[in-house]
T-cell receptor, first 113, second 117 residues
């Protein structure tokens, strides 16, 4: 059975701090790893990673994948209160249709002013 | 970017009634859509895969007679919660994949908050 584990489950920081969120996975025929941010409603897409060692960046957010060690990290630098959200990691694996994802438990990030 | 809508955004119903939730891809076609359930401060739990023109595929433990899924067109999937009970109260989210460029990137609807009294 495919498995995705995120850590920590929750994190409280102050504005300006840098955070690192972790996602490890055990799946058969890995295809891709995705990060989503969920505030009050729909998860919004952040990154999709398919290749090891290639960092993806978007503003203060960046992510990288290690296919040998089976994990990914999401970094947020200079955090702001608007970064408070649930961050979801999901993995797409072969043998299932595109888009059928296995989600981790999520990391609840709270950024205090 | 790709937009997915859901309707209604929230609904309150009495126990025993049925509720239909619509999921539409607004600017792309989706042969496959997914229905999730989410409890407060928890992750998304996949309920079923909705396939246009064919039967839905349900995850283990999800009652297909209770959660009816119809994917009648390339832009619309519906989830009907039949004979709803208070334990069905939850946040239901759909997602869709752009059929023209198959990848794992899913576009999520805004969700529907269902409360069963």
């Amino acid at each position: 059975e495919d498995k995705v584990v995120q850590s920590p489950l929750s994190l409280v920081v102050h504005e300006g701090d840098t955070v690192t969120l972790n996602c490890s996975y055990e799946v058969t025929n890995f295809r891709s790893l995705l990060w989503y941010k969920q505030e009050k409603k729909a998860p919004t897409f952040l990154f999709m990673l398919t290749s090891s060692g290639i960092e993806k960046k978007s503003g203060r957010l960046s992510s990288i994948l290690d296919k040998k060690e089976l994990f990914s990290i999401l970094n947020i630098t200079a955090t702001q209160t608007g970064d408070s959200a649930i961050y979801l990691c999901a993995v797409g694996a072969g043998g299932t249709s595109y888009g059928k994802l296995t989600f981790g438990q999520g990391t609840i990030l709270t950024v205090h002013p | 970017g790709a937009v997915v809508s859901q309707h209604p955004s929230w609904v309150i119903c009495k126990s025993g009634t049925s509720v239909k939730i619509e999921c539409r891809s607004l600017d792309f076609q989706a042969t496959t859509m997914f229905w999730y359930r989410q409890f407060p401060k928890q992750s998304l739990m996949l309920m079923a895969t909705s396939n246009e023109g064919s039967k839905a595929t349900y995850e283990q433990g999800v009652e297909k007679d209770k959660f009816l899924i119809n994917h009648a067109s390339l832009t619309l999937s519906t989830l009907t919660v039949t004979s709803a009970h208070p334990e069905d109260s939850s946040f239901y989210i759909c997602s869709a994949e752009d059929s023209s460029t198959p990848t794992d990137t899913q576009y999520f609807g805004p969700g529907t908050r269902l409360t069963v009294l």
